[in-house]
């Protein structure tokens, strides 16, 4: 097999290191590159076309409790999915690693995923399978369904954006001319389409991730 090319929105060393020594297990030669943004992966392609090394996986990580990660993550997957319909058309196969509650913005029917809590051997197996799907007869199936990304209406995001500013809620319900109870729903649904529970949680995100 030739050499493996994993493209990952994590970011700690020692999780990227994980992820090198799960493939190299199995006798495989991997190269494991950190990645931000899905514009990161056109530093990566080859023979002056538009396409990546062979044996690339994308693998964008969805940690527990690690809510800027994961948006990361989710953002990664927005901008590689506009890739698609452009002149950069970066096709490889595409696997979710983790489990937190912002996955299920983007689990598809028949995008797979991979559990957090998983052994080095099993994910190994698991990426190297999909690699294998993908290049398969018909592989292309594998991810046709594409992913969603965050849907939130503008008045979900413009109640969020105050939240952050500190604006209390009565300032909110009176600057957009609602209740109080109104702009409380507002704020909840939007906090759980983001699979976030906490308020001092919001506080972390950035700001721009809601713009409308």
């Known amino acids: 097999m030739r050499p ?99 996955i299920r913005q983007v689990k598809c029917r028949d995008m797979p995923y991979i559990p957090w809590r998983v052994s080095p051997q099993n994910l190994g197996l698991r990426v190297l399978g999909g690699i294998r799907t993908w290049h398969a007869p018909g592989g292309g199936r594998f991810q046709r369904e594409m992913f969603r990304s965050i849907r939130l209406s503008p008045r979900e995001a413009e109640v969020l954006r105050y939240t952050m500013e500190g604006r209390s809620l009565s300032w909110i319900a009176e600057k957009l001319g609602v209740t109080s109870k109104t702009a409380w729903t507002h704020r909840y649904r939007a906090m759980n389409s983001l699979g976030i529970r906490r308020l001092h949680e919001l506080m972390q995100l950035p700001g721009g991730m809601f713009c409308t």
């Not at 899905?38 to 527990?64: M, R, W, Y």
Request: with cysteine; charged share 15%.
């Open 4 to 102: 493996v090319h994993i493209f990952t929105t994590a970011q700690d060393n020692w999780l990227i290191e994980g992820v090198r020594r799960a493939l190299q297990v199995h006798g495989v030669q991997v190269l494991v590159i950190g990645v931000d943004s899905a514009g990161d992966l056109l530093n990566h392609t080859v023979g002056g076309a538009n396409t990546l090394p062979t044996n690339s996986l994308l693998l964008p990580v969805f940690p527990e409790k690690q809510m800027l990660t994961c948006l990361r993550s989710l953002t990664f997957l927005s901008e590689w999915r506009a890739l698609q319909q452009g002149l950069f058309r970066l096709q490889a196969p595409c696997l979710l690693w983790g489990e937190a509650p912002v």
